[in-house]
């Protein structure tokens, strides 16, 4: 049963290109969840999915920043117009439907360069 | 409301030792709290989890503490081995919610367990 899976794992982006992170969650997973991670700091929930639907956005920046999980295929994390200040790890986690508690598994993070 | 606070920041054990690392937490509406261990360049692994109905889980070396009067729980690792170096991170949710489930994350305890 294979895990969270993240693309690419590390990205290289100019100021000002946009960038697209890729999340599968695991099987029979239908939440995800987007983290950020700076460096030397905890992880900072950005934005909760579930299919086609956002759930709650609250920790997304309000500009660039833009996420979705469509009835097929992965969840993706866009971020437009990147900055130096985006540069950082960015990890997604999926829990199941059902079942209390509501574990999160996370994916192995992709590291986001702004040059 | 939303924080979770963590300490020590980083800790140094010699190995058989007991690491223990302490959060406190201020949303008395918390109803999980797992701790993840993270190893470099990879992605956050849970690695137990406690409800606040009960005041202590343990599974093998690790064992959770909580203390729902002082808003308080910590991690206790027994006999420590330098396989256990790592970042670990405590965090809390609100699994009840139908929208709020996001991990709220310490800022992490990088733990070095010395041979």
């Known amino acids: 049963n294979a895990g969270v899976m993240q693309n690419p794992r590390h990205l290289v982006r100019r100021r000002g290109q946009e960038a697209r992170l890729r999340c599968s969650p695991m099987?029979?997973?239908?939440?995800v969840y987007w983290y950020r991670q700076l460096p030397e700091e905890g992880l900072k929930f950005m934005v909760y999915?579930?299919?086609?639907?956002?759930?709650?956005e609250s920790g997304m920046p309000k500009e660039r920043f833009s996420a979705e999980f469509p009835k097929e295929g992965p969840s993706i994390l866009r971020i437009q117009q990147v900055v130096r200040g985006d540069s950082a790890a960015y990890f997604c986690?999926?829990?199941?439907?059902?079942?209390?508690?509501?574990?999160?598994?996370f994916g192995p993070g992709t590291r986001l360069t702004v040059t | 409301q939303q924080q979770v606070k963590q300490s020590p920041q980083s800790l140094i054990v010699q190995k058989g030792g007991i690491s223990i690392i302490n959060c406190a937490y201020e949303?008395?509406?918390?109803?999980?709290f797992p701790w993840y261990q993270q190893f470099p360049g990879k992605g956050p692994a849970l690695l137990i989890a406690?409800?606040?109905?009960?005041s202590e889980k343990k599974e093998g070396r690790f064992t959770i503490s909580f203390n729902k009067s002082a808003k308080q729980f910590s991690l206790h690792i027994m006999d420590s081995q330098p396989g256990d170096s790592a970042t670990y991170f405590c965090?809390?949710?609100?699994?009840?919610?139908?929208?709020?489930?996001?991990?709220?994350f310490g800022s992490g305890t990088q733990l070095t367990v010395l041979p």
């Open positions: 986690a999926s829990s199941p439907r059902t079942g209390v508690p509501i574990e999160q598994y």
């Open positions: 099987k029979g997973h239908s939440h």
């Open positions: 999915l579930q299919k086609e639907n956002i759930i709650d």
């Open positions: 949303n008395t509406a918390f109803d999980y």
């Open positions: 406690i409800r606040p109905d009960v």
């Open positions: 965090a809390a949710s609100l699994i009840s919610s139908g929208s709020a489930r996001q991990l709220t």
